[in-house]
């Protein structure tokens, strides 16, 4: 089961969820509560609340112990959800996501970045230009998740929802929860000069709590690893999954 992040939606998973597939693997992407396709403005944006969605998909769906694959928020609901039941997957793989919280004004400074898109998109290719940031297949995947409506492209979200989404991970930090974590676990890194969220010292840190963990930096990636290379995250997960991970 694929998890996207902050923003995001299930779609930006589909280059990683072909991959899988050809390899054999059935892929489950989730639109999380107030993304993409789900309701827009659940009441509840707290992270037991994503885990229970998660949980509810995982017994809808009788997926017997799924590996969990989550990025940034969703690589956080990944292991939230592992830790609080045990026994329900039998791996995870996070990508850019750690259990540290959030620095102080980082609820402000993604809301005000939200707020701040030149929305309505004329275009996809406006769109794409605007959210990739000179990263093509970044653009791509954010724009992959715009709806057409009143004659441009608006987000699928609510950008008050995505800023109350951040309030338990603005409140502390989740390493009760991450030491509570019993099945393997791949943790996979862009680079922080290029963006990537997950500082020496918190994976230092990951790794003293849990020797055990397996891990992996992209070169030349930041935060969206799996929109810049979908190949190398898809190498990683199945050798990770077929070498003992899991």
């Known amino acids: 089961m694929m998890l ?10 589909d280059a990683s969820a072909g991959l899988l597939r050809e390899a054999g693997y059935r892929v489950v992407a989730l639109d999380q509560r107030g993304h993409g396709a789900s309701e827009r403005h659940p009441g509840d944006a707290s992270r037991a609340a994503y885990v229970a969605d998660v949980v509810a998909v995982v017994g809808e769906l009788g997926l017997e ?47 005000a970045w939200l707020r701040s898109w030149p929305v309505p998109f004329a275009s996809r290719e406006a769109a794409v230009a605007y959210l990739g940031g000179g990263k093509e297949t970044v653009g791509e995947g954010w724009a992959s998740g715009l709806e057409e409506r009143d004659g441009g492209l608006w987000p699928r979200f609510d950008p008050e929802f995505m800023v109350r989404s951040l309030d338990d991970n603005a409140a502390g930090a989740f390493w009760d929860e991450w030491t509570a974590v019993a099945c393997p676990t791949l943790a996979v890194l862009g680079e922080g000069a290029q963006g990537g969220i997950i500082g020496g010292e918190e994976y230092a840190e990951m790794v003293r709590i849990r020797p055990g963990l397996h891990g992996a930096s992209v070169p030349g990636t930041g935060h969206d690893v799996h929109l810049e290379r979908a190949d190398v995250l898809h190498r990683l997960i199945v050798d990770f999954l077929r070498e003992g991970g899991a």
């Open 65 to 111: 112990r799924p590996v969990l694959v989550g990025q940034s928020l969703g690589g956080h609901t990944a292991f939230l959800t592992a830790a609080a039941h045990p026994g329900l997957s039998r791996a995870l793989v996070l990508v850019e996501a750690g259990p540290g919280g959030s620095d102080p004004g980082t609820q402000e400074g993604i809301g």
């Open 4 to 13: 996207h992040g902050l923003a995001g939606q299930a779609g930006e998973w």
